[in-house]
């Protein structure tokens, strides 16, 4: 992208500029009202308390945030963690000192989505607010917003990863461009369900974020029967155990696709958070065993404990049998959460797909029962049946009321 075609889409854009330096603040108003007139730029000369800053941030509703970690290096990485957890789809410009590699990557990791260094230049600006136009092409009325879904388990063996392959090809038949993303950094199994292989791995686009751009993009994607899908690395690789953000992915899919469904590990835990609270809606898939559904509580309760929107999630109950466990009634009851779909079982089914590293097809049980998923996600909507009452399971409402702390 040029560098007036970049100035152009990030002229209208609010900047708001933390930095308690009088030089710094000078250097960086010229060069950004000098070659953006159009620009609202905005100035807090001080690191400001977290209670300030949210209500600036809620307030002002700024674009991109400048801040400063050349004055003080600790009250400055602290400054962009806040940012981070408070509006973590916006980008984050860390303003440091000199080129030290050690800084740069604990901004990174504190969550800084790009840096500059001082004394600033045209040709920095020139890249950074490209590569964050790159990333946002739906900014400021530039295009739309893509929807992002989560499907996390809620324990081990719930079949997640199933539903978060099998979903994608159903609803791929009544959407536009897709993405399946394969998150789990340590045990992913989309490449198997799906019989890809590739040598990238979504810990390549975490590791190359700072130049994330569309032909980067390209080499760390697989398409297959036209849905574009990342995978998660092979084995353990360098690293893995301390990725904590995954912002830039969930956000550059987020402006690149109408919808992007995004496999998970679990609920728990930094990495997996940060997708949670990024998503448009999470599937937390259970079955109707009872481990499952203590399980499928804790992680309720853990959401809720790190504010996670409760009106995000739906609760996907996978291999659902009648005959074998509880009810979809008296799962309601137990967990006080509404059953969003039943998936039933289809060992059979499930097993040919898989061998065949195909979709469950619309015939079989299982894949009837992604394709009405799709369609309620889509938008059509069931209606809700009345909720029996008299449970006579009050020993189990006990045992459930004994784990909801």
């Known amino acids: 992208m040029r560098a007036a075609d970049t100035f152009q889409s990030a002229g209208s854009w609010k900047y708001l500029v933390i930095c308690p330096s009088q030089g710094i603040t000078k250097d960086l108003q010229g060069l950004l009202g000098g070659n953006m007139p159009q620009a609202e730029i905005l100035e807090i000369p001080v690191y400001p308390p977290s209670a300030g800053l949210m209500e600036v941030l809620n307030v002002q509703a700024p674009d991109v945030c400048l801040a400063d970690v050349a004055s003080d290096r600790e009250r400055g990485l602290g400054l962009i963690k806040e940012i981070s957890a408070m509006q973590p789809r916006m980008p984050v410009v860390a303003l440091i000192p000199a080129n030290e590699t050690d800084l740069i990557l604990k901004c990174l990791r504190a969550g800084a989505t790009e840096f500059l260094t001082h004394p600033f230049s045209l040709d920095q600006l020139e890249q950074v607010l490209g590569r964050i136009v790159a990333k946002n092409p739906g900014a400021k009325g530039m295009g739309k917003a893509g929807r992002v879904v989560a499907v996390v388990p809620a324990k081990g063996a719930c079949g997640a990863s199933t539903v978060a392959s099998g979903l994608t090809f159903h609803w791929k038949r009544r959407a536009g461009k897709m993405l399946l993303a394969d998150l789990d950094p340590l045990t992913g199994t989309v490449s198997f369900l799906l019989k890809l292989k590739s040598q990238f791995s979504f810990m390549d686009a975490v590791t190359l974020q700072q130049t994330m751009d569309a032909d980067v993009w390209k080499n760390l994607i697989t398409v297959t029967q036209g849905v574009d899908v990342m995978l998660s690395p092979d084995g353990a690789v360098d690293g893995i155990h301390d990725i904590l953000d ?6 550059y899919a987020r402006w690149h696709y109408e919808t992007s469904i995004i496999d998970m590990a679990g609920a728990y835990g ?5 997708i949670l609270k990024l998503a448009d809606e999470i599937l937390l898939v259970s079955t109707n065993e009872l481990p499952s559904l203590q399980a499928t509580q804790r992680a309720l309760n853990y959401l809720d404990q790190n504010r996670v929107d409760r009106g995000k999630v739906k609760l996907i109950v996978n291999r659902y049998n009648r005959d074998v466990g509880l009810s979809k009634e008296v799962i309601e009851t137990a967990i ?18 898989m061998i065949e590293g195909k979709p469950t097809p619309v015939s079989s049980p299982f894949g009837k029962g992604l394709a009405q998923l799709a369609e309620k996600l889509g938008g059509r909507v069931e209606p809700v049946k009345a909720q029996k009452s008299g449970s006579t399971w009050g020993g189990l409402l006990n045992l459930f009321s004994r784990t909801s702390g």
């Not at 930094?270 to 940060?274: A, G, P």
């Not at 959460?337 to 499930?350: I, R, T």
């Open 246 to 251: 995954a912002s830039s992915i969930v956000d």
């Open 270 to 274: 930094q990495w997996n958070l940060s």
């Open 336 to 353: 006080r959460c509404e059953v969003f779909q039943l998936l039933p079982s289809d060992f059979d089914g499930v097993q040919r797909a």
